[in-house]
């Protein structure tokens, strides 16, 4: 029997590729560990390929991970780093990034669907005090995209955020935790909305996509990746039989299968949302455009 969840996109099992992907790194015999191994240089190039840069990329196996120890390379400890009230970063990871940062703080702002509006950021950036050194340095912008709330950003609403915050010389991350389901609605290059648009960092998300356990960090620019290595390894996520990250990434990307996933896990979203909508005592607040539907339901249709 199989049963409907619709608690979240982490239900669902890993794709019928990966997983054959899997059994064929499994009996590749012995190979080199720690990220030396052919799958993950492979899964590297085809990253890179994907944004049409030679980017740094490191492959952890969790999202709050590849979040919390990309946002420590890109912050001082005394800096501070915007989000959403409802970003992942700020309320789903167990004070991960605050712990991994030596102490750089989140500044949380409002949004609607977790879409940050460029007048919310630059409001926030001019009216606080920045008082050296006595308040925290503005140092990161993240974005979530797909948003916690299912909406996506387009290339033009990404940069309009980045050049707010490069004009008060700070970073910016991605959280791409559903990149995917992001980019199969905008059908644009990977590239247009991330370092094209200003983002230096990407969490590039494929545990939600379709692979059994896989994230990968993806610095745009290899200056910032710096003793990165390290930083993974200290945190206890250098994965030893790192083959099966690579050969997970490898299968999830080889002939855009991830995009046919996310694809078909929007029109579902689409089509779920179509058919609460027919409910009477049901609302949606926004029209989903990723893989995420939101409904309030009145107590007795719930
Ligand atoms: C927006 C977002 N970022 C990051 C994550 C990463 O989570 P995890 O550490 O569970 O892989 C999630 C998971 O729900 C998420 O929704």
Known sequence: MSLLYFGSDNSVGASAPVMQALQEANAQGALPSYGNDPFTARAVDAVRRVFSRPAEVFFVPTGTAANALALAQLTPRWGSIY?????????????????????????????????????????????GSADRPHNARPSVLSLTQATEGGLVYSPAE????????????????????????????????????????????????????????????????????????????QGGHLVSKSRYMGAQFEAWLQGDHW??????????????????????????????EANEVFCFLARPVH
């Open 83 to 127: 989000c959403t009230q409802e970003a992942h970063i700020a309320v789903d990871e167990a004070n991960a990034v605050e712990l991994q940062t030596g102490g750089a703080r989140l500044v949380t702002l409002p949004a609607t669907g977790g879409r940050l509006l460029p007048e919310t950021l630059h409001k926030s950036l001019t009216e």
């Open 158 to 233: 990404v940069k309009a955020l980045a050049d707010i915050a490069r004009t008060h010389r700070m970073k910016v991350h991605m959280d791409g935790a559903r990149f995917a389901n992001a980019i199969a609605t905008l059908g644009c290059d990977p590239a247009d909305v991330t370092w094209r648009a200003g983002v230096d960092v990407l969490t590039f998300g494929a545990s939600k996509g379709g692979v059994l356990q896989a994230e990968a960090v993806v610095f745009f620019n290899p200056a910032d990746a710096t003793d990165f290595d390290y930083r993974r390894k």
């Open 259 to 288: 995009l046919e996933l996310a694809r078909h896990a929007n029109a579902q979203a689409l089509a779920l949302a179509d058919g609460l909508e027919k409910l009477p005592g049901a609302r949606l607040p926004w029209k989903p």
